[in-house]
Structures are given as C-alpha cells and as structure tokens.
C-alpha cells in the first residue's frame, strides 16, 4: 500500500477547516482536514487540472 503524503493550501493558514490533497502519478487524493481517517475523493490529474482551472475562473474545455 501506498503511503499518502497529505498537504493542505497555504492559504488555510492555522485553520482546520480546509481540505487536502496528496498526489500521485496517477491521481489526486482530497481529504476532510478534520477528518483525516474518513472518506476519501480520488480523481484523475486531468479532473483535478479541470477544477483548477475552472476554480480560478477560467472556462473548461
């Protein structure tokens, strides 16, 4: 088994109200900060790649 290493945004600061991610080759794990051994998202890179962009406010392909 895979060993995560788990990261949340700089810009969450000391706050526990965030997700994080760990990434692999193959895919993008999120996570509940205040919930760590929960469930688990896991997308591909180009989805994750996707909500980036359409997060910053650009347009999806």
Request: proline share 2%.
């Amino acid at each position: 088994m895979q060993t995560l290493h788990w990261q949340k945004s700089i810009y969450s600061g000391d706050s526990s109200n965030c997700v994080e991610i760990a990434t692999t080759p193959s895919a993008i794990h999120i996570r509940d900060s205040k919930n760590t051994g929960g469930l688990q998202l896991t997308i591909t890179s180009s989805t994750w790649t996707e909500f980036i962009r359409y997060a910053a406010g650009g347009r999806a392909s």
